[in-house]
């Protein structure tokens, strides 16, 4: 299975509506194949400009390294010195945080990421979650 461009534009629809509902601040989403390539990315009206970069590290880093957000998180917690060398590897594009979110197929293989940034990490993957499964899709936070 590969994700379509379709699926990561109503991702990024409802990981938007989402995160108004829950009244977060304005959200930047991006949408990655199983490849780390981009499919597509929105930033609400508010979000800083910087934040492409920040979804964009976190949906990369777990398509890269195939672990959520979360799990990455704790690995640099228990090992920082191995997210140090992910980072150095992948040129310091890697932020090991929740938000960055895996997408499966049926068959438990990463067929992409989504990247969340603009509220707490916790309520960005949270947003990506929801989004994900409206569209019928599985997510690992």
Do not use: W
Request: hydrophobic letters at 45%; proline letters at 3%.
């Amino acid at each position: 299975m590969t994700l379509t461009l379709d699926q990561a534009r109503s991702i990024i629809e409802h990981t938007r509506a989402k995160g108004r509902e829950m009244a977060l601040k304005p959200l930047s989403v991006v949408v990655l194949d199983a490849g780390g390539h981009v499919l597509a990315f929105e930033r609400e009206d508010g979000a800083a400009p910087g934040r492409f970069a920040i979804a964009h590290g976190k949906a990369y880093g777990a398509v890269m390294l195939g672990m959520a957000g979360t799990a990455q998180m704790a690995r640099a917690e228990q090992q920082a010195y191995f997210m140090a060398a992910v980072n150095g590897v992948y040129g310091g594009q890697v932020i090991p945080v929740p938000g960055g979110v895996l997408l499966r197929s049926e068959a438990g293989a990463v067929i992409g990421a989504v990247g969340v940034t603009g509220d707490t990490s916790d309520n960005d993957a949270e947003a990506a979650m929801a989004g994900i499964r409206a569209t019928g899709l599985s997510g690992e936070a």
